[in-house]
């Protein structure tokens, strides 16, 4: 009796297969929510891309070509073509969405093994992507300030109050964009949590 309980007690509190079996199931729940995450950020990321992508207006405004004569009404259009800070955003979202599908695969490989030079690897990219990204977002979001607002000093109307669709394609992109970049953060976050826990032993 004294030695079953012995045996009993060292596989509870000495590291035994209980404690392990916790580690490996702990494990497990990072693991599934990490891949949660990821198939999230494609997600998140193509959605952005393809809001951005397809992001054009035509609209007849009026334009004066001599103050003193009536204006011409003439089709203008809008197009994410038209300005490099559009452009990045979608380029943006587009590796993003790439790697977070590679980092996919990634993470799976990794899983359950005991190198931790993978999961540094995609950590080191995952805070790359995340700058890309809040770049793309701040380089989108300065150009449509300007674009809802105008800036009186250098004489740049507003144009949002014309391309109402056009901007409002641009803030939902930008939108998706943000949530996309918090989910790579919460990447960053699982990954450290998960090698500070170290490899099973």
């Known amino acids: 009796m004294e030695s079953q309980y012995i045996v009993g007690k060292s596989n509870t509190d000495g590291g035994g297969m209980p404690e ?3 580690r490996v199931a702990n494990q497990r729940r990072v693991g599934s929510c990490e891949s949660l995450v990821r198939v999230l950020a494609v997600l998140l990321t193509l959605a952005a891309a393809i809001v951005q992508g397809l992001n054009k207006q035509t609209k007849v405004a009026p334009i004066k070509v001599v103050p003193t004569l009536p204006a011409i009404y003439i ?3 809008a197009k994410w073509q038209y300005l490099s800070a559009f452009a990045y955003l979608l380029v943006a ?3 993003a969405c790439v790697y977070a599908a590679f980092s996919l695969v990634l993470s799976f490989a990794n899983r359950g093994t005991k190198k931790s030079s993978l999961g540094l690897f995609i950590i080191v990219l995952d805070i790359l992507i995340v700058g890309v990204l809040f770049s793309a977002i701040g380089a ?5 300030l300007i674009g809802y607002h105008g800036n009186s000093h250098v004489q740049w109307n507003k144009v949002c109050n ?3 669709r056009f901007c409002h394609q ?3 992109s930008v939108v998706l964009t943000q949530f996309a970049a918090l989910a790579f953060i919460f990447l960053v976050v699982l990954a450290i949590l998960r090698l500070n826990r170290g490899p099973l032993k």
Do not use: H, S
């Not at 989108?140 to 449509?144: E, H, L, P, Y």
């Open 140 to 144: 989108a979001m300065a150009i449509g």
């Open 162 to 164: 014309v391309f109402d």
């Open 75 to 77: 089709p203008v259009t």
């Open 170 to 172: 641009v803030i939902a």
């Open 20 to 22: 392990k079996e916790v």
């Open 93 to 95: 979202n587009v590796i």
